[in-house]
């Protein structure tokens, strides 16, 4: 749990090792509840990191918390589906 939406991190240890590294992230929107996405990728249990993964993270602000209330979670055969489908929505 963070105070300042800037801090708030997908970034997980498990004794003393990073379990989930965060790579990269983009703020969508701020406010009561803001959603983040974030770019991270998972120790598998060899040990080595897999390939990179985007999820989506939505955040509400309480008594000056934020909190995680949803999570989803995107790999690079789930993400290029989303990508074409918001192209077609958007023309862009």
């Known amino acids: 749990m963070a105070s300042e939406i800037d801090e708030l991190s ?10 989930v590294e965060q790579l990269d992230k983009l703020i969508l929107n701020r406010g009561g509840w803001t959603t983040i996405l974030f770019l991270y990728r998972e120790r598998d249990k060899n040990g080595e990191f ?3 993964k985007a999820g989506l993270r939505r955040y509400q602000k309480t008594k000056g918390v934020s909190r995680k209330r949803d999570a989803i979670n995107l790999t690079e055969k789930t993400a290029p589906a989303l990508v074409d489908k918001l192209k077609e929505w958007f023309q862009f």
């Open 10 to 19: 997908i970034e997980y240890e498990e004794d003393g090792e990073v379990v």
């Open 50 to 52: 897999g390939p990179p």
